[in-house]
């Protein structure tokens, strides 16, 4: 998710907003869905009721059951008819008490019928066509030409049953038996229910709702995609030219304050490079224009009878020139119009290491076993390890490197045996022209500028360096530095 969209305050509210829409187009589809089902239970309510009372009425009317049979089954909400010998129906449901309270009897009474109940299947009733004795009570003798289980048309898609079935929308329909007993002793069993294809059309409303999700959610996504691409391009190029890469100018896209930053900002990175390279400019013709005055000045020093004259002016030049180099380091590390290669930092690091015994300087590397690969510029990263480590020898006594691989970063570990940092001075030694006099030694020389470059070159290739006082004493300097992704 993070590489589709940035983590950004704008991101947030558009991912809300979204999110806000669909819960409510949800929230909707419930409802409605919870009204839907309530109204449609009503309209099968009123829909059995008046039902109900056309059987009631035709049933006072006819001449006798089989004539009433043979009428019923016509009625609109009838579904089946089946005579018996006994009631399928225990005691009037609460629908049915209701039904017998609207009912009005005829002024004629109630014709062939002297009883009826109206409510749900008893549980000892014979079930679904054809069903004989072993499955309730015998069947009994019928009317001549009558069957035991009459049904409107052909054979209806489900059978004869109690309790609830579902419609093809999906909300229940509840199904009553009006169980009326003619003065012949049998029973005319009539299953009533309102008509199940009928309903509020919640199927199509769903599927709309559906589309509508799916529009909202594909929308914010393209939305989100356009809103960000460019802040996503502008804000690599941030870090490109943080890390003294040469910038090259951004496609200005986006809405139109996005195109108004992008514009600045490619004005703005166009500006410091032409300072940056200007100041750069300067500082080396400075650098080679020091280089003449400082040459005459040991001809004249070496002309200086005074030995102990002489070698307090050589010892004041070295320590110009040094000062003059180094600040040319420090000024002149960035801004590289080359691209980055790929450099085996072990091998790297071991051919400095034997730069460094080479002059007698007290350093160890341990063996690194495979490849660190990173990508960078060679002569950059060669001063700053060599900074740090000349570093951890003036200061510690001798310098320990090892390589290893974490995370995705491959570190370049340099211990000493010195009295370490302070934790309050850790940030502060990377400045420029610092040296933490309390805990160094004030004889062992340096202008304070060795860390400053090494940690500027370092963050230039993507990487950062870490101090931490070891337990068992001395300082260890971690220089992380990505690994190298073709």
């Known amino acids: 998710m993070r590489r589709l969209f940035p983590d950004t305050l704008l991101t947030r509210s558009i991912l809300m907003m979204a999110a806000a829409l669909v819960l409510a187009q949800f929230i909707a589809i419930l409802s409605f869905k919870l009204i839907a089902e309530n109204l449609f239970t009503a309209m099968q309510r009123s829909a059995q009721i008046e039902a109900s009372i056309r059987v009631l009425d035709l049933a006072s009317r006819s001449a006798d059951i089989s004539s009433f049979s043979d009428e019923v089954i016509s009625l609109e909400g009838v579904q089946f008819v089946r005579m018996h010998t006994q009631s399928h129906v225990d005691a009037d449901s609460e629908l049915g008490g209701e039904i017998r309270a609207k009912w009005v009897t005829p002024a004629g009474g109630m014709g062939p019928v002297s009883g009826f109940l109206i409510g749900h299947m008893s549980r000892t009733a014979p079930r679904g066509p054809g069903s004989g004795p072993g499955a309730g009570e015998p069947m009994g003798d019928f009317p001549p030409g009558q069957e035991g289980l009459q049904g409107a048309g052909a054979e209806m898609p489900k059978p004869w049953r109690s309790g609830r079935f579902e419609n093809s929308h999906g909300f229940p329909s509840q199904l009553l038996i009006v169980a009326l007993e003619f003065q012949d002793g049998h029973w005319a069993n009539v299953l009533v229910a309102s008509n199940p294809m009928s309903g509020p059309p919640i199927v199509p409303f769903i599927f709309m709702l559906s589309l509508s999700l799916l529009g909202v959610g594909t929308a ?87 030995g102990v004259e002489r070698e307090k002016v050589e010892r004041s030049l070295d320590q110009l020139q040094s000062l003059t180099e180094a600040a040319l380091q420090a000024g002149t590390h960035n801004l590289h119009t080359e691209d980055k290669e790929v450099l085996e930092l072990g091998a790297l690091t071991e051919s400095l290491c034997e730069d460094l015994r080479d002059i007698h300087l007290p350093v160890t590397c341990e063996d690194t076993p495979g490849q660190f690969l990173v990508a960078g510029w060679s002569d950059d990263l060669t001063r700053a390890l060599r900074n740090i480590i000349e570093n951890a020898v003036r200061y510690g006594e001798r310098a320990r490197v090892r390589l290893r691989a974490e995370d995705g970063f491959y570190l370049v570990e340099i211990d000493d045996d010195g009295p370490g940092v302070p934790d309050a001075d850790k940030e502060v030694i990377f400045g420029p022209l610092v040296r933490l006099e309390k805990s160094r030694n004030k004889d062992t020389g340096g202008h304070g500028l060795g860390l400053h470059i090494a940690r500027n070159a370092v963050v230039a290739h993507g990487g950062q360096i870490t101090l931490e006082n070891r337990p068992e004493g001395g300082l260890r300097v971690s220089v992380a530095l990505p690994a190298y992704a073709p």
């Open 220 to 306: 914010a996504a393209l939305a989100a995609r356009w809103l960000y691409k460019p802040l996503n391009n502008l804000a690599s190029a941030s870090m490109a030219l943080e890390r003294g890469e040469k910038h090259t100018p951004l496609p200005v896209s986006g809405p139109r304050d996005v195109r108004n930053v992008m514009q600045a900002f490619n004005a703005m990175a166009t500006r410091l490079e032409s300072t940056l390279q200007s100041q750069q400019d300067v500082l080396v013709a400075i650098g080679h224009d020091l280089r003449t005055p400082l040459t005459a000045l040991r001809i004249r020093a070496a002309m200086i009878e005074d």
